[in-house]
């Protein structure tokens, strides 16, 4: 069993958990309240910035050119056609620039993006190619099935977050990252993966539950 079957295997539970979570159920049917989508929303923006540090980082250890080339690919879209994906939707959800420019981090935020730079900066391009799997893997798994199902939310801003996340847009870079990581598999490295992979998952699945349960820090 290659290494990425393998770990999505082991945590399945989690993985279904996450890509199936009432967050993306109700966003999908159209009955997500906007609220929750705009604080949702408001957290993935700060999130991209960890993001991105993450995705450079992979780009200057990447084994070969092949390698740096598809992340810098994946940069350009994060910096160019998806911030203004972010502009357009917070416009559209009544979100004012102060707002979303001036809004700190959540707890599961904050701690999701120190781990994205901590593994940017302290680990190898493996380590960085196995977060990407799981961010951008759980992502292209609920879009897919949404799509698959037909679902086509009235709300123009769910629409494109859906759209943005199928199988057109990050199949082929989720399908490169399991090939990749599928073919560095070592005895040495697959401990460390599974810890990486399972933390992504983690917190995954919190940045759901932190969005539609509501998160705060415990003096504000």
């Known amino acids: 069993m290659s290494l990425t079957q393998d770990l999505r295997q082991k945590h399945d539970d989690l993985w279904q958990k996450m890509v199936n979570h009432p967050f993306v159920v109700e966003m999908g049917d159209g009955t997500l309240p906007v609220e929750k989508f705009s604080a949702y929303f408001i957290q993935d923006y700060i999130f991209v910035r960890d993001l991105v540090v993450l995705i450079a980082q992979g780009v200057s250890k990447a084994p070969d050119l092949q390698a740096a080339a598809r992340l810098n690919s994946f940069l350009a879209d994060i910096l160019n056609p998806e911030n203004d ?49 799981v961010t951008e893997g759980t992502y292209l798994d609920w879009a897919t099935r949404m799509i698959e199902a037909g679902k086509s939310p009235a709300n123009p801003v769910y629409r494109e977050w859906l759209d943005i996340h199928g199988p057109e847009v990050l199949g082929g870079l989720v399908d490169w990252l399991a090939g990749f990581l599928d073919l560095a598999d070592t005895a040495e490295f697959r401990p460390r993966a599974e810890k990486t992979f399972l933390t992504a998952l983690r917190y995954e699945y919190l940045f759901w539950e932190a969005a539609y349960s509501g998160e705060a820090w415990p003096d504000q």
């Open 85 to 133: 994906l972010f502009v357009r939707a917070f416009k559209e959800l009544g979100v004012s620039e102060p707002e979303y420019t001036s809004a700190g981090a959540s707890p599961t935020t904050q701690a999701f993006g120190d781990f994205l730079v901590r593994v940017g900066l302290d680990g190898d391009f493996c380590d960085i190619a196995t977060v990407l799997y």
